[in-house]
T-cell receptor, first 113, second 116 residues
Framework: GNSVTQMEGPVTLSEEAFLTINCTYT??????LFWYVQYPGEGLQLLLK?????DKGSNKGFEATYRKETTSFHLEKGSVQVSDSAVYFC????????????FGQGTRLTINP | NAGVTQTPKFQVLKTGQSMTLQCAQD?????MYWYRQDPGMGLRLIYY???????DKGEVPNGYNVSRLNKREFSLRLESAAPSQTSVYFC???????????????FGPGTRLTVL
């Protein structure tokens, strides 16, 4: 079946550090890939997505490139801020006709000033 | 425009009690979803409704029932709560009829449920 594996957290960085959160997936066909972010006490919100191979999703300084050859969708940001502290979820959707998101386990990120 | 709203925010039940979690969206979305979030496991799909009048099982449907009351509302019912159902429950919605794999899902703030 379809699955998503994220790097285990928690991840703690200093402000302005470079961030990478690894995400790999297993899926049949050609899934769409997503990064969702969950701030403390809130629901999830879409951060970025990519719908086909070699697409790059970007938002708020975050980027991720859909790599079909390595089945990966790693999240990167060049200079993190304290406000980026949150839990990040990688997810895929491989269905047509009814979207069923499959999530990774989440990575908690803490940025220290 | 409130987006996706859920009630209640918190609930404590005793084993065997029943309750209904309510979800409503004001974005005129066609598809709605219920997930549970457990530590270290991400979110797992319980049930979804691809359009008004239809519902289908997700990955973990046992112990739950759903009702798509109208286009706006999608409720989740626990008939006889068990400690294994202690979790945070999220409702989500997406725009297109029957959904597409590229759709963005919009999430509510969640309901934290504890079953003793």
């Amino acid at each position: 079946g379809n699955s998503v594996t994220q790097m285990e957290g928690p991840v703690t960085l200093s402000e302005e550090a470079f961030l990478t959160i690894n995400c790999t997936y297993t899926a049949t066909g050609y899934p769409s890939l997503f990064w969702y972010v969950q701030y403390p006490g809130e629901g999830l919100q879409l951060l970025l997505k990519a719908t086909k191979a070699d697409d790059k999703g970007s938002n708020k300084g975050f980027e991720a490139t859909y790599r079909k050859e390595t089945t990966s969708f790693h999240l990167e940001k060049g200079s993190v801020q304290v406000s980026d502290s949150a839990v990040y979820f990688c997810a895929l959707s491989a269905n047509q006709g009814a979207q069923k998101l499959v999530f990774g386990q989440g990575t908690r990120l803490t940025i220290n000033p | 425009n409130a987006g996706v709203t859920q009630t209640p925010k918190f609930q404590v039940l005793k084993t065997g009690q029943s309750m209904t979690l309510q979800c409503a969206q004001d974005m005129n979305h066609n598809s709605m979803y219920w997930y549970r979030q457990d530590p270290g496991m991400g979110l797992r799909l319980i049930y979804y409704s691809a359009s008004e009048g239809t519902t289908d099982k997700g990955e973990v449907p046992n112990g739950y029932n759903v009702s798509r009351l109208n286009k706006r509302e999608f409720s989740l019912r626990l008939e006889s709560a068990a400690p294994s159902q202690t979790s945070v429950y999220f409702c989500a919605s997406s725009a297109r009829l029957a959904g597409r794999s590229t759709d963005t899902q919009y999430f509510g703030p969640g309901t934290r449920l504890t079953v003793l």
